[in-house]
């Protein structure tokens, strides 16, 4: 074992990149009341400073802080700055694996960010990212981050029962894909935040596994990062009892250039919403349709015919649709100002038909 602080960039070692959340939080009165906290306030090498004489035999770790923030307050440029960091890292041969710790609010967006970005390369590479973060404080006493941290570190750093390269997300002792992790609960502490079957972080399931192939086997291109100020604006709208047109029309004089529709069961919104959404496509303004059920997927057709141009986001969430959808777009522009005549569609059509594993 070498401690973070000492071990050169020069050496083969996992980098840890540290973004804030729960996992570097402090609580004022931890014994008291764990779940008042502030988030983002220790720095990673502390947190690994922490864990230092866990971190298993002959694992070098090397740190750097991307950023210390509440993930609620993630932003895209945040977003650029870190998938930058995992390619840079992921071209290093001084890189065995990267372990991304993060806050659980939006570790949905960086997921799936990071597998549309990085997850090819990844995988071609045969390098594994690992996204991790905690429900407790730092300090609270029955604190969680410290175990999360040393499994993403083995999961990053062991070839366990050949599970490829990729981008995965390492919590509560399980491991899934990192696209397919999210919080599903508001305030509990064993918040389910798997969408999907997992595995065992020191086990692989053979289903699972296969499950993971599947989902590498389709994801044959990983898109342009966004540079920090070229996100393209997408919004995403809840449709609801007694939603009004004018939710879309305020829109229209607007410079959004997608909306991602949280749509009642399958996917469908408000009668009152049909001919404002025409007049928004024919704008040239980006549609997608998901659930805002929380689960399940969304197909295109279903209920009924969509909208010329509009497309079903599949088993993405609405916050994973807008991601998608965000990096299409700009994947369109950068195709376009190629000579090629690629969209957005062709782009995201890509990303939806990603399964989520079994
Ligand atoms: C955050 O997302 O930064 C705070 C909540 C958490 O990490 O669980």
Redesign the pocket.
């Known amino acids: 074992m070498s401690s973070p602080e000492n071990t050169p960039e020069t050496a083969l070692h996992i980098l840890v990149l540290g973004m ?4 570097a ?1 402090l609580a004022a009165s931890p014994e008291d009341n764990p779940m008042q906290y502030d ?2 306030q220790v720095e990673v090498a502390s947190l690994l400073a922490h864990i230092q004489a866990a971190i298993p035999e002959g694992v070098k770790v090397v740190s750097k802080q991307v950023a210390n ?4 307050n993630l932003t895209e440029s945040l977003m650029t700055t870190l998938g930058e960091a995992v390619r840079k890292a992921l071209d290093s041969a001084m890189v065995k694996g990267v372990v991304v710790t ?6 949905e967006e960086t997921g799936v960010f990071l597998q549309l970005t990085c997850g090819k390369h990844a995988h071609n590479l045969g390098k594994r990212v690992i996204l991790t ?3 407790l404080p730092a300090n609270a006493p029955k604190a969680d981050g410290p175990s999360n941290l040393l499994d993403a570190l083995r999961w990053a750093s062991t070839s366990i029962d050949n599970c490829p390269g990729g981008i995965y997300s390492v919590i509560d002792g399980r491991v899934c894909l990192a696209m397919d992790l999210a ?1 599903r609960h508001g305030s509990a502490l064993n918040a389910p935040i798997q969408d999907s079957p997992s595995s065992s972080a020191g086990l692989i399931n053979p289903s699972w596994l296969s499950g993971v192939k599947a989902v590498q086997a389709l994801w044959t291109e990983d898109l342009p990062i966004p540079r920090e100020n070229e996100w393209p604006w997408v919004e995403i709208l809840t449709s609801h009892a007694g939603a009004r047109p004018e939710t879309i029309t305020h829109w229209l004089s607007s410079k959004v250039k997608g909306l991602v529709i949280a749509g009642s069961g399958m996917g469908g919104f408000h009668d009152a919403w049909k001919d404002s959404l025409m007049a928004a496509v024919k704008h040239g303004i980006a549609l997608v349709r998901t659930t805002r059920t929380g689960a399940g997927e969304t197909l295109l057709n279903l209920p009924e015919k969509d909208l010329a141009g509009c497309l079903a986001s599949g088993s993405l969430s609405a916050p994973r649709a807008r991601i998608a959808l965000q990096l299409s777009l700009n994947a369109e522009k950068q195709a376009q100002s190629a000579g090629k005549s690629l969209t957005w569609q062709d782009f995201f059509a890509r990303i939806a038909v990603l399964p989520l594993i079994r």
């Open positions: 804030g959340g729960t996992i939080g988030a983002g923030i509440n993930s609620r993060h806050g659980t609010d939006t570790i973060g905690a429900m919080k």
